[in-house]
Antibody, heavy 121, light 108 residues
């Protein structure tokens, strides 16, 4: 069965960086993409960007351009999301989710369990 | 950026009733690339509908999606107790992908 297992919760100080991992199993990793979505406490869903596990192409929301990098390691079927220069309003649950297409960000059919990132001094 | 506006913000209904949720886009959504997700408290979102009207794997047929262009609707024909949750629409026709603010369906 398809599973996306994310790394554990993180607590970071303002200005630091965080790198969240998302290990996929149960499907051919390079036949799909991975979107990253975050959800601040009590708020809605925010799409951060997407990476194709097929060719490594990425697309980030302009709001995070310059602070976010998404990568994949096809040898371990793992996706990574790094967010730099953290601010308090980056406090959120970060989700990885499988995109139902190899080379375009489409609907997401399987989601990781979420990783809580808390930014606090 | 396409802004998605969901209404109402909260829908108070009883089990067995019909729920109609609206998602309006600020500009036309390419090829009806519109999805709906359900999220229960403390859980991850679950894909219900993609392509505006296609049900995802394992989704009961009481959930249906319709619409095109800028106006989309999610209908739950008869609410079951497990359907009380928050519902989000998402467009994936143009970058950046965007979500609506959500509609909470609560028990009346």
């Amino acid at each position: 069965q398809v599973q996306l297992v994310q790394s554990g919760a993180e607590v970071k100080k303002p200005g630091a960086s965080v790198k969240v991992s998302c290990k996929a199993s149960g499907y051919t990793f390079t036949s799909h993409g991975i979107s990253w979505v975050r959800q601040a406490p009590g708020q809605g869903l925010e799409w951060m960007g997407w990476i194709s596990a097929y060719n490594g192409n990425t697309d980030y929301t302009q709001k995070l351009q310059g602070r976010v990098t998404m990568t994949t390691d096809t040898s371990t079927s793992t996706a990574y999301m790094e967010l730099r220069s953290l601010r308090s309003d980056d406090t959120a649950v970060y989700y990885c989710a499988r995109v139902d297409h190899p080379i375009a960000p489409t609907a997401t059919d399987y989601w990781g369990q979420g990783t809580l990132v808390t930014v606090s001094s | 950026e396409i802004v998605l506006t969901q209404s109402p913000g909260t829908l108070s209904l009883s089990p067995g009733e019909r729920a109609t949720l609206s998602c309006r886009a600020s500009q036309s959504v390419t090829i009806s690339y519109l999805a709906w997700y359900q999220q229960k408290p403390g859980q991850t979102p679950r894909l219900l509908i993609y392509g505006a009207s296609s049900r995802a794997t394992g989704i009961p047929d009481r959930f249906s999606g319709s619409g095109s262009g800028t106006d989309f609707t999610l209908t739950i024909s008869r609410l079951e107790p497990e359907d009380f949750a928050v519902y989000y629409c998402q467009q994936y026709g143009s970058s950046p992908l965007t979500f609506g603010g959500g509609t909470k369906v609560e028990i009346k």
